[in-house]
């Protein structure tokens, strides 16, 4: 099959009906919908159940023990059947042509061995772009240059090929239960241009109990991957600013790593970024467990 819409969910049953729906009004039908509980307690075993009884879309169910987000992301990628590899959160849903533009712009690079996927915009669900109206029709650029070079803002969706997912797989940290996803989207952005078009195919909003809700909270406590993914932003083709203010937070969140053998290295030139970690350091240190 061409696409694996994929689902991490953790205690999320309450939210799992809305996206089902969305996927049986899908006018592209070639897809399934592989789900990963990540340990949930509550009832989403039986919902899923009942899902799949209905017989209305083909749906694989795995259940694995609670370990964060980027866990379920490489149990995933290890399960899916499909071509591409979509991930959509369990508290979203899609638009009913939204598998339709991503196998039509899928169509348009398929012979392509140096695209890494495609990509479209997310919109909230009166279908406001996230970061506004972008300026473009198509673009095949990397990450890096689509956020430094073209300017464009906001959450995107993006669609990997999942031969490229595999070669990234997530670091799975001991006693830590975040990764930073775009420390993956970045490696595969150094090696892998995405094909970027300009039609919103996500419908998202953030929850209270989301994790963008509390991601100080959440980085303070993953601080190897934090700053794993900070060191290596500090290194990537952006500017000095990002770059500087990569070396803050790195410095920021290097501070709660007490295994030093663990820790991200950065040049001596980025000393210079340590004293501005202070500013952030006492109200962050609140928020630790």
Sequence with gaps: MLITVFT????????????????????????????????????????????????????????????????????GVKE??????????????LPPDSL???ALHYDMIKDRHDIGGVCGLKADYDGVIVGGDKNFDVLECSAFDLRYKH??????????????????????????????????WNRISAHYPLHYFNHPVYYC???????????????????VATTMT????????????IRFRSAINYWRFRRYIKDK?????LGLFW?????????????DKQLRK
């Excluded at 899916?80 to 849903?93: E, N």
């Excluded at 053998?261 to 290295?265: C, E, G, N």
């Design 151 to 184: 300017n464009v803002k906001g959450d995107l969706a993006e669609v990997f090929l999942t031969s490229v997912m595999k070669k990234y797989p997530f670091p799975e940290i001991e006693g830590e239960r975040f990764c930073p996803e775009a420390l993956i």
């Design 8 to 75: 991490p969910t953790y205690n999320r049953a309450y939210r799992l009906e809305a996206l089902y729906q969305s996927l049986c009004k899908q006018s592209y039908k070639d897809f399934e919908w592989l789900i990963i509980d990540d340990g949930s307690t509550d009832d989403t075993r039986e919902l899923v159940s009942k899902f799949i009884n209905e017989g209305k879309i083909n749906i694989r169910y795995f259940t694995q023990p609670n370990g964060g987000k980027h866990r379920a992301i490489n149990r």
């Design 271 to 283: 000393q210079l970024a340590r004293p501005f970690s202070l500013l952030f350091y006492s109200k």
């Design 80 to 93: 899916a059947g499909g071509i591409l590899f979509y991930i959509v959160d369990s508290d979203d849903i």
């Design 230 to 241: 900070y060191a290596e932003l500090v290194k990537a083709p952006v500017s000095f600013f």
């Design 100 to 102: 339709h533009h991503i």
């Design 261 to 265: 053998k663990v820790i991200p290295q």
């Design 205 to 223: 909003e953030y929850l209270e109990d989301g994790l963008t809700s509390a991601i100080t909270r959440v980085r303070v406590n993953s601080p």
